[in-house]
């Protein structure tokens, strides 16, 4: 019993330090290159459309960032392709019957303060690609594109994870 209770403080002790490593981990570096796309409203069409041109945006940045190895390489490419990106945006309004215009800007951009897997992010202007749909005044989506944070998420959907910690806690508990 003695045992198992050591094993059991071990585990805590070793899981709260692993998760902080993990969140320090999780910090954007100051050369990221961010992605932000802000909708025209919170109504669900709006919403709707930004989840639309997020998705088809992210595919086509996965495949022109995937082999970019620094941030100013990454931002060539985007500065390149940017006829590409509004090529994108104009073909899923127009299938959506979408009228309200958009912007597409690629620079210093303003966000807010932003929350991201339990890390704090400080507002200010940041390297980035910003997508404004019509008066761009509902909830945005935003991510990181370079390092790739959020096109890695979306490649690793059906990766399964697992506590090496609960597997531990589960072997001696069973």
């Known amino acids: 019993m003695k045992k198992t209770i050591i ?18 981990n999780l910090t954007i570096p100051k050369d990221a290159i961010r992605i932000r796309i802000i909708p025209n409203s919170n109504s669900s069409f709006d919403q709707d459309i930004k989840l ?11 495949d022109l960032l995937k082999n970019a190895k620094s941030s100013e390489e990454a931002e060539d490419i985007i500065k390149n ?8 945006v104009k073909e899923i309004l127009s299938e959506e019957n979408y009228d309200k215009g958009y912007k597409i800007n690629f620079g210093e951009n303003y966000f807010p303060e932003k929350e991201y897997k339990g890390v704090k992010y400080e507002a200010g ?3 980035s690609l910003l997508i404004t749909l019509g008066k761009g005044e509902g909830d945005n989506w935003w991510c990181v594109l370079f390092p790739p944070l959020c096109l890695i998420e979306e490649e690793s959907s059906d990766v399964e ?6 597997e531990i806690i589960e072997k001696y508990l069973s």
């Open 7 to 24: 094993l059991i403080l071990f585990v805590c002790v070793f899981y709260v330090f692993i998760s902080d490593v993990l969140a320090k």
């Open 52 to 62: 639309k041109v997020k998705d088809k945006i992210e595919i086509t940045m996965y």
């Open 81 to 88: 392709n940017l006829e590409l990106v509004d090529k994108d």
């Open 161 to 166: 994870y697992k506590s090496i910690v609960m």
């Open 125 to 127: 202007y940041y390297e």
